[in-house]
Each structure stands twice: as structure tokens, then as C-alpha cells.
């Protein structure tokens, strides 16, 4: 079986570190957001496709250099053709049936039970589900006998949702749906080919495992607590002479003598704290340098990144913007 990874789209949200990384390269708990949704597929997925844009050439160093158990192969768009083209240009060879996974959720989702779902319900597809309060970021389903898919609408306003399990970012479809995408255009997959494809049964898998889209950076850092509070974070040991307890992750050569790392805290290769540096809830990238003092609370540090001593850094995203 085969897995259709999409990881284009410009991760606007996590500017400016998406200036310079895509977003799905960004550690949380310990390795890249990417590699925790390669977790989740199971033994029968023998290749993984990844539809890649932005960055392409980012992600297909880095994949190179760390490659998962399976067999990846990388398409790339050379424009951006939205979640729909992308399926199309990517699509060619699927399996049938195939896994479409956004690159972005972080979540406890049994796949297996969605194949089997999908197996036994006869429709074209069957797409993960989850409960959430604000509907508002996601796509919303409306659900009838036996979970049947009977409505599905992206993005609404709160009086427009019809319920509150929305597309967790987790499908499986019949590779016959690959063929209603128009090729050579962008589109959304979620508004413009699902609505359509209803009549053709779509199955919703309500999951209650923990979901967390990660593309903002408040979600991003709840996504790294999740992690953490399920295990599924680390290396966890801080290195000497650092203090601090709780969760964290801390990649290799870090120095951190006398600074304290807080509870859910991710340091990539090379991080260095300075004496009195104290960083919680955050991640930092490889070769972050925290002087004297710093706070880093809430934040997102992006790679090579020089963090003031003395003051308090607090719900930001720290990276490099590009000249205009
Ligand atoms: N190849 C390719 N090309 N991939 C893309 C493109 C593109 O032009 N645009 C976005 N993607 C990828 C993103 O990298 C991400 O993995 C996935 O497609 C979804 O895009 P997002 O931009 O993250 O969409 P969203 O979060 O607003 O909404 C989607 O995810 C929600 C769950 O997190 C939709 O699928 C919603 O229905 C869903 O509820
Ligand atoms: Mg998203």
C-alpha cells in the first residue's frame, strides 16, 4: 500500500522560520513534525509518496539524509497546486486503496481500524475524525446513519458547521477519486472533490485519540505537550550541569552549565544556554545560542538563532526574514 504525503503549502502561519525551513523540518518533541505522521502508518505501507512544493529541495535533502523505514519517492510541483493538484500530480501510481496524510497533524490516530473501516463500509473513501470546539480552522463533517459522511463543508463560519468532528488530516481512498481531480489547475481537494464524492459513500472514523494541527505556533507547541505527555518525546536527559524537570528533548553537543531547561522543552544539535538562561515550552532549533539570563518561555527558535540574556523572549517566533 501505498501512503500520499502532502507537504507543500508555504506555512505562512510559522513565518519567519518558514522563510528559511518548511514547516513540516520543524522539530517538536524531538524530531520533525513529518516523521511523527510517518509514525503513524502502519507495517502494510511499503511506500510513501510526499507531494512536495515550497522547499522541495529542503525537505529532499533532509529525507535523504534521515530515511524512514519505507520507501519514499518525491514529487515535486514546480507551482503550487493546492491540496486537489497536488493529489492529481503526485497520484499517478497510488494503491488501492492509498492513505492521504496532511504533514501537519500531530495525533494518535489507529490507521488500521480506518483500513479496516474502509474495507468493510464498500464506499470510495473514509476520512479520520476528530472532536473539536472551534470548528472554524478545519473541515467539517456532517455525519449520518452508520457515520456516513452526508455533508462536508471547509472552513465555515460556526453557524454554517454542522457538527463538531472535523477532517483530521487522516483518509483513505479509493484510488478512483484520483481520476475526478482535474490535472494542470490548483485546487482544494477538501471544497472542490469531496462534496462531490459523498454520493459515492464516505465513511467518517471518529478517533479519540490526541489531535493537534501544529501549523500555528500556539498549536505547534500544544502539539509538542501532547507528545511529551504521551511518551513520545525525547532524548529526555539534560546535559550536565543543567537543572530543570518535566518533559524535554535535547539533541546533540548541547551545553547548558548552570541554565535550567523547564518542562516541554525541545533543543536541537549544538543548542547553547548561557549561565542563568532558562527556556520552557519552547523549541529551539540546532545551533540556537540563549545569552546570559534569557527566558525563553512559549517560543519558537529557528536554526543558528541569537537570543538576548537578560530578558524575557515570550510567545515568539524567532527567525531570519529575508531581504526584500
Ligand atoms: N503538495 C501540496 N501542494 N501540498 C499542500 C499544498 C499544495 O499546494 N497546500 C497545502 N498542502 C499540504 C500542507 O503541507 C498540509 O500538510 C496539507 O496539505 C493541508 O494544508 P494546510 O494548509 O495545513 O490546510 P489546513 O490545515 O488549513 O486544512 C486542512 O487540514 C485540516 C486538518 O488539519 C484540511 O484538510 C482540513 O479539511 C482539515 O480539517
Ligand atoms: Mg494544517
Redesign the pocket.
Known amino acids: 500500500m501505498k501512503a500520499l504525503v502532502?507537504?507543500?503549502?508555504f506555512g505562512t502561519r510559522l513565518r519567519p522560520i518558514t522563510y528559511s525551513i518548511p514547516k513540516?523540518l520543524i522539530p517538536i518533541a524531538g524530531k520533525p513534525m513529518l516523521y511523527h505522521v510517518l509514525d503513524l502508518l502502519p507495517p502494510e505501507v511499503d511506500e510513501v509518496v510526499l507531494?512536495?512544493?515550497y522547499k522541495a529541495e529542503v525537505i529532499e535533502r533532509y529525507v535523504r539524509g534521515h530515511m524512514p523505514a519505507v520507501r519514499v519517492q518525491f514529487v515535486e510541483?514546480k507551482t503550487?497546486?493546492?491540496?486537489g493538484?497536488?493529489m492529481r500530480n503526485a497520484g499517478d501510481d497510488m494503491s488501492d486503496p492509498f492513505l492521504l496524510m496532511?504533514?501537519?497533524?500531530i495525533a494518535q490516530v489507529d490507521v488500521r481500524a480506518l483500513l479496516d473501516l474502509h474495507r468493510r463500509s464498500g464506499g470510495v473513501g473514509a476520512m479520520t475524525l476528530t472532536e473539536v470546539d472551534d470548528t472554524r480552522?478545519?473541515?467539517v463533517a456532517a455525519l449520518g446513519p452508520d457515520d456516513r459522511i452526508v455533508g462536508f463543508v471547509?472552513k465555515p463560519q460556526p453557524k454554517d458547521a454542522p457538527s463538531h468532528w472535523?477532517?483530521?488530516?487522516v483518509q483513505v481512498w479509493h484510488r478512483s477519486v484520483l481520476d475526478r481531480i482535474p490535472r494542470g489547475r490548483?485546487l482544494s481537494f477538501?471544497t472542490e472533490i469531496v462534496p462531490g464524492l459523498l454520493s459515492h459513500g464516505i465513511y467518517g472514523f471518529r478517533s479519540r485519540g490526541y489531535w493537534e494541527?501544529a501549523?500555528t505556533p500556539e498549536r505547534l507547541l500544544h502539539a509538542q505537550r501532547l507528545l511529551f505527555d504521551a511518551g513520545r518525546g525525547g532524548p529526555g536527559r539534560r546535559p550536565p550541569g543543567a537543572s530543570g524537570h518535566g518533559p524535554v528533548a535535547v539533541g546533540h553537543d548541547v551545553r547548558a552549565e548552570g541554565a535550567e531547561i523547564g518542562p516541554y522543552s525541545c533543543l536541537g544539535d549544538g543548542v547553547v544556554l548561557h549561565s542563568g538562561a532558562h527556556v520552557e515550552n519552547s523549541v529551539l532549533m540546532d545551533g540556537v545560542t540563549v545569552h546570559a539570563g534569557g527566558r525563553v518561555v512559549g517560543s519558537i527558535v529557528g536554526p543558528g538563532m541569537e537570543v538576548a540574556g537578560g530578558v524575557r523572549t515570550e510567545n515568539q517566533v524567532l527567525g531570519t526574514t529575508p531581504a526584500p
Do not use: C
Open positions: 502532502l507537504i507543500g503549502g513540516q507531494a512536495t512544493g510541483e503550487p497546486l493546492g491540496t493538484g497536488g496532511n504533514s501537519d497533524v480552522p478545519y473541515g471547509e472535523i477532517n483530521a488530516g490548483a477538501e494541527d501549523g
